[in-house]
């Protein structure tokens, strides 16, 4: 782990390292097996771009299931700061018309992307919804879906790597970095 990574303008430093974050993935897949060990229908996994490809990967290492991949892209986020609104900005690559879909997300902090997400599958006709995310901001989450997989729970802190960015860079670390405080 790098003592730390210059971005931009910003400066990170070590927060989680990768074996922490394998660890936290292979508790999520235990459950994930446990919940579909006997499962008759395929489930849909949704990959949510970009941020959780590395974290949806990694995931589905692990599955002993038969699961189908989709994906779509959302952006709610200008540099460090969420924007309180999300848009669409690629749509399904598959239906989920009548199908038990997990949506996976790298991060949850607001819910408000969940909650967009969540409007969205249903309006395309998915049977089920379950959230799993790698990483989990309780004190930040504002909203009422529940969020049913959970990596680690975090501060409330803006972070980089393992697929999360900041204005496009960071994302190919395996590690976790925070934001240095001035």
């Given amino acids: 782990?790098?003592?730390?990574?210059k971005l931009h303008d910003k400066t990170f430093i070590p927060s989680i390292p990768y074996e922490k974050i394998s660890a936290a993935i292979d508790d999520v897949a235990a459950k994930l097996n446990a919940d579909n060990a006997g499962c008759k229908d395929i489930p849909i996994l949704i990959c949510i771009l970009n941020g959780?490809?590395?974290?949806t990967s990694e995931l589905m290492k692990r599955l002993v299931f038969d699961i189908e991949l989709v994906s779509m892209k959302v952006s709610s986020y200008q540099g460090i700061a969420s924007t309180g609104s999300v848009h669409q900005v690629m749509g399904l690559t598959g239906s989920?018309?009548?199908?038990?879909?997990?949506?996976?997300?790298?991060?949850i902090d607001s819910g408000n992307t969940i909650a967009a997400l969540y409007d969205i599958l249903k309006g395309e006709g998915a049977d089920s919804?379950?959230?799993?995310?790698?990483?989990?901001?309780?004190?930040?989450?504002?909203?009422d879906i529940p969020?049913?997989?959970?990596?680690?729970?975090?501060?409330?802190?803006?972070?980089?790597?393992?697929?999360?960015?900041?204005?496009?860079?960071?994302?190919?670390?395996?590690?976790?970095?925070?934001?240095?405080?001035d």
Avoid: H, Q, W
């Fill in 147 to 181: 969020v049913n997989y959970v990596g680690l729970c975090i501060p409330n802190d803006f972070i980089v790597g393992f697929g999360l960015d900041y204005d496009g860079l960071g994302r190919n670390y395996k590690d976790i970095y925070v934001l240095k405080k």
């Fill in 96 to 107: 989920v018309k009548g199908r038990r879909v997990y949506i996976v997300e790298d991060i």
């Fill in 1 to 5: 782990m790098k003592p730390e990574i």
């Fill in 52 to 55: 959780s490809i590395m974290f």
């Fill in 129 to 143: 919804i379950e959230i799993c995310t790698m990483l989990f901001k309780p004190e930040a989450y504002k909203k």
